[in-house]
């Protein structure tokens, strides 16, 4: 069993930015692919970011390519989503989840656990 929190959501105007932070328990955190997905008020869950295990290869959604970065510290069992240049279509629940496969996957399916999503609304 993993344990996911998200930490780091609120309210920022637009052209802000926001770190969201991801504790994991377990103590094979190095050998999961994260990843970083997010939900706005009457959509579907979508893809944002995700990192592949270990040496850290990133994959991002078109829509937030250049604006957000996704990074691991795996010695404190944790990933980030650096989000900068927001805009009120970013406004959404995040969640992070946890692929025991390690690859950083798009899509939601190929991911065996998630957090419970932190809020992120930006104000134009």
């Known amino acids: 069993q993993v344990q996911l929190v998200e930490f780091g959501g609120g309210l920022v105007q637009a052209g802000g930015s926001l770190r969201l932070s991801c504790s994991a328990s377990?103590?094979?955190?190095?050998?999961?692919?994260m990843g970083w997905f997010r939900q706005g008020a009457g959509k579907a869950r979508e893809f944002v970011a995700a990192?592949?295990?270990?040496?850290?290869?990133?994959n991002y959604a078109d829509s937030v390519k250049g604006r957000f970065t996704i990074s691991r510290d795996n010695a404190k069992n944790t990933v980030y989503l650096q989000m900068n240049s927001l805009k009120p279509d970013d406004t959404a629940v995040y969640y992070c989840?946890?692929?025991?496969?390690?690859?950083?996957?798009?899509?939601?399916?190929?991911?065996?656990?998630w957090g419970q999503g932190t809020q992120v609304t930006v104000s134009s």
């Open positions: 989840a946890a692929d025991l496969g390690g690859g950083a996957n798009s899509f939601s399916n190929a991911y065996d656990y």
């Open positions: 377990g103590r094979t955190f190095s050998s999961y692919g």
């Open positions: 990192i592949r295990r270990s040496e850290g290869t990133t």
